[in-house]
């Protein structure tokens, strides 16, 4: 199965701030990955598809990028409510993978 | 309105056997990849299984044997037949819609239905 490493598993920012949140598989997987978010006690939401392409709905802040092996989220000027954990998940082949999470908190 | 609605979550014995539930409204399963995560208790995303519009179906290596997704068509649902459970099956499960054949990720997801494994 593709492993998925995602870095940092945690962060601390203020709002205004701007983050950037890697994964790493562990082989090629052209650009078959997305970005999700989720909240305590919510399902996930999807933010990001096909690496770089925007979700319908999800604001411009949010960007993707990468391909093959290594793929980045960047969040641009955070919001109160992007306090949450991401995500990255492989859909590539199956059994898809997601990464570890990483948990944004507010500094 | 587009929607996805899990049931069928319980506490159970280990050894047991369980089917998880997942209606569909606004579109139609069949045309659709099916998808089931599970998220333990404070623990990170886990992909289950998926079932592809064309019937084709895979699983995680941690249930591969022990559960089998299906779809009825005729009821717009997509199920989880849950065999053999154990402690670590124990988790908040899933569905979502995969839009991935279009390019797209997994783009509606249900509320989640909560399996517990414990005697």
């Known amino acids: 199965a593709i492993q998925m490493t995602q870095s940092p598993s945690s962060l601390s920012a203020s709002v205004g701030d701007s983050v950037t949140i890697t994964c790493r598989a562990s082989?090629?997987?052209?650009?078959?990955l997305g970005w999700y978010q989720q909240k305590p006690g919510k399902a996930p939401r999807l933010l990001i598809y096909?690496?770089?392409s925007l979700q319908s709905g999800v604001p411009s802040r949010f960007s993707g990028s990468g391909s093959d092996t290594d793929f980045t989220l960047t969040i641009s000027s955070l919001q109160p409510e992007d306090f949450a954990t991401y995500y990255c998940?492989?859909?590539?082949?199956?059994?898809?993978?997601f990464g570890r999470g990483t948990k944004l908190e507010i500094k | 309105e587009v929607q996805l609605v899990e049931s069928g979550g319980a506490l159970v014995q280990p050894g047991g056997s369980l089917r998880l539930s997942c209606a569909a409204s606004?579109?139609?399963?069949?045309?659709?990849?099916m998808d089931w995560v599970r998220q333990a208790p404070g623990k990170g995303l886990e992909w289950v299984s998926v079932?592809?519009?064309?019937?084709?179906?895979y699983y995680a290596d941690s249930v591969k044997g022990r559960f089998t997704i299906s779809r009825d068509n005729s009821k717009n649902t997509v199920f989880l037949q849950m065999n053999s459970l154990r402690a670590e099956d124990t988790a908040v499960y899933y569905c979502?819609?995969?839009?991935?054949?279009?390019?797209?990720?997994?783009?509606?997801w249900g509320q989640g239905t909560t399996v517990t494994v414990s005697s």
């Open positions: 979502a819609r995969d839009s991935r054949f279009l390019g797209q990720g997994m783009d509606v």
């Open positions: 082989q090629g997987i052209r650009n078959d």
């Open positions: 606004g579109f139609t399963v069949s045309s659709y990849f």
């Open positions: 998940l492989q859909d590539y082949d199956a059994p898809y993978t």
């Open positions: 079932i592809y519009t064309g019937g084709i179906t």
């Open positions: 096909a690496a770089s």
